[in-house]
Nanobody, 131 residues
Framework: QLQLVESGGGLVQPGGSLRLSCAAS????????IGWFRQAPGKEREGVSC????????YYADSVKGRFTISRDNAKNTVYLQMNSLKIEDTAVYYC????????????????????????WGQGTRVTVSS
Protein backbone atom coordinates (compact mmCIF):
# COMPACT_ATOMS: atom_id res chain seq x y z
CA GLN A 1 0.00 0.00 0.00
CA LEU A 2 1.38 3.36 -1.03
CA GLN A 3 1.10 5.73 1.88
CA LEU A 4 2.67 8.14 4.33
CA VAL A 5 2.01 7.70 8.02
CA GLU A 6 2.83 10.40 10.55
CA SER A 7 3.42 9.84 14.23
CA GLY A 8 4.96 11.58 17.20
CA GLY A 9 2.40 14.25 17.96
CA GLY A 10 1.11 14.94 21.42
CA LEU A 11 0.76 17.42 24.22
CA VAL A 12 3.85 19.36 25.25
CA GLN A 13 4.51 22.42 27.39
CA PRO A 14 5.83 25.64 25.89
CA GLY A 15 9.58 25.39 25.47
CA GLY A 16 9.43 21.63 25.05
CA SER A 17 10.37 19.42 22.13
CA LEU A 18 8.76 16.82 19.93
CA ARG A 19 9.97 14.77 17.00
CA LEU A 20 7.47 13.96 14.31
CA SER A 21 8.00 11.00 12.01
CA CYS A 22 6.66 10.40 8.52
CA ALA A 23 7.13 6.84 7.33
CA ALA A 24 6.62 5.90 3.71
CA SER A 25 5.50 2.50 2.51
CA UNK A 26 5.28 1.20 -1.02
CA UNK A 27 7.67 3.74 -2.50
CA UNK A 28 11.15 5.14 -1.90
CA UNK A 29 10.85 8.42 -0.06
CA UNK A 30 14.32 9.58 -1.07
CA UNK A 31 13.13 9.83 -4.68
CA UNK A 32 10.69 12.52 -3.63
CA UNK A 33 10.77 16.04 -2.31
CA ILE A 34 9.13 16.05 1.07
CA GLY A 35 7.43 18.66 3.13
CA TRP A 36 5.88 19.22 6.51
CA PHE A 37 2.74 21.30 6.65
CA ARG A 38 0.45 22.30 9.49
CA GLN A 39 -3.06 23.56 9.93
CA ALA A 40 -4.23 25.26 13.08
CA PRO A 41 -7.93 25.57 13.91
CA GLY A 42 -9.52 28.28 11.82
CA LYS A 43 -6.39 28.88 9.80
CA GLU A 44 -5.17 27.91 6.37
CA ARG A 45 -2.60 25.19 5.89
CA GLU A 46 0.96 26.46 6.24
CA GLY A 47 4.15 25.06 4.77
CA VAL A 48 6.56 24.52 7.66
CA SER A 49 9.58 22.93 6.00
CA CYS A 50 10.31 21.35 2.65
CA UNK A 51 13.37 19.46 1.46
CA UNK A 52 14.59 18.19 -1.87
CA UNK A 53 17.10 15.34 -1.86
CA UNK A 54 17.96 15.96 -5.51
CA UNK A 55 19.56 19.35 -4.87
CA UNK A 56 19.81 19.32 -1.08
CA UNK A 57 17.86 22.54 -0.64
CA UNK A 58 15.70 23.06 2.43
CA TYR A 59 13.08 25.67 3.16
CA TYR A 60 11.86 26.70 6.60
CA ALA A 61 9.03 29.07 7.34
CA ASP A 62 10.23 32.15 9.21
CA SER A 63 8.04 31.19 12.14
CA VAL A 64 10.00 27.99 12.76
CA LYS A 65 13.48 28.85 11.51
CA GLY A 66 16.10 28.02 14.09
CA ARG A 67 13.69 25.85 16.08
CA PHE A 68 12.61 23.10 13.67
CA THR A 69 14.83 20.74 11.69
CA ILE A 70 13.80 18.45 8.86
CA SER A 71 15.80 15.29 8.24
CA ARG A 72 15.65 11.96 6.43
CA ASP A 73 16.62 8.43 7.35
CA ASN A 74 16.71 6.66 4.02
CA ALA A 75 17.37 3.28 5.61
CA LYS A 76 14.07 3.62 7.44
CA ASN A 77 12.32 5.35 4.53
CA THR A 78 11.27 8.00 7.02
CA VAL A 79 11.38 11.76 7.33
CA TYR A 80 11.48 13.59 10.64
CA LEU A 81 10.64 17.02 11.92
CA GLN A 82 12.49 17.85 15.11
CA MET A 83 10.65 20.64 16.88
CA ASN A 84 12.39 22.47 19.70
CA SER A 85 11.45 25.50 21.79
CA LEU A 86 7.82 24.90 21.00
CA LYS A 87 5.40 27.78 21.30
CA ILE A 88 1.66 27.83 21.84
CA GLU A 89 1.25 29.08 18.29
CA ASP A 90 2.84 25.85 16.99
CA THR A 91 -0.36 24.04 17.98
CA ALA A 92 -1.78 22.43 14.84
CA VAL A 93 -2.29 19.20 12.98
CA TYR A 94 0.94 18.42 11.17
CA TYR A 95 0.99 16.67 7.82
CA CYS A 96 3.78 15.35 5.67
CA UNK A 97 3.63 15.26 1.89
CA UNK A 98 5.77 13.83 -0.88
CA UNK A 99 6.01 15.08 -4.42
CA UNK A 100 8.11 13.59 -7.19
CA UNK A 101 8.58 16.74 -9.25
CA UNK A 102 8.94 20.20 -7.79
CA UNK A 103 10.33 23.46 -9.03
CA UNK A 104 11.77 24.74 -5.77
CA UNK A 105 11.37 23.81 -2.12
CA UNK A 106 9.99 27.30 -1.52
CA UNK A 107 7.25 26.69 -4.07
CA UNK A 108 6.52 23.29 -2.59
CA UNK A 109 5.94 24.84 0.81
CA UNK A 110 4.32 28.13 -0.20
CA UNK A 111 2.18 27.46 -3.26
CA UNK A 112 -1.14 26.31 -1.86
CA UNK A 113 -2.52 25.72 -5.33
CA UNK A 114 0.15 23.10 -6.04
CA UNK A 115 -0.25 21.35 -2.71
CA UNK A 116 -3.56 19.76 -3.53
CA UNK A 117 -1.86 17.79 -6.28
CA UNK A 118 1.05 16.35 -4.36
CA UNK A 119 1.58 12.64 -4.87
CA UNK A 120 1.17 11.59 -1.26
CA TRP A 121 -0.20 13.08 1.93
CA GLY A 122 -0.23 11.59 5.38
CA GLN A 123 -3.24 11.54 7.65
CA GLY A 124 -1.83 14.08 10.09
CA THR A 125 -0.65 14.06 13.68
CA ARG A 126 -1.86 16.56 16.25
CA VAL A 127 0.54 18.73 18.20
CA THR A 128 -0.76 20.69 21.16
CA VAL A 129 1.49 23.14 22.96
CA SER A 130 -0.08 24.18 26.22
CA SER A 131 0.83 24.82 29.83
Amino acid sequence: QLQLVESGGGLVQPGGSLRLSCAASGFTLDDYAIGWFRQAPGKEREGVSCHSSSDGFTYYADSVKGRFTISRDNAKNTVYLQMNSLKIEDTAVYYCAAELRITTVQAMCLNSRLQTGYDYWGQGTRVTVSS
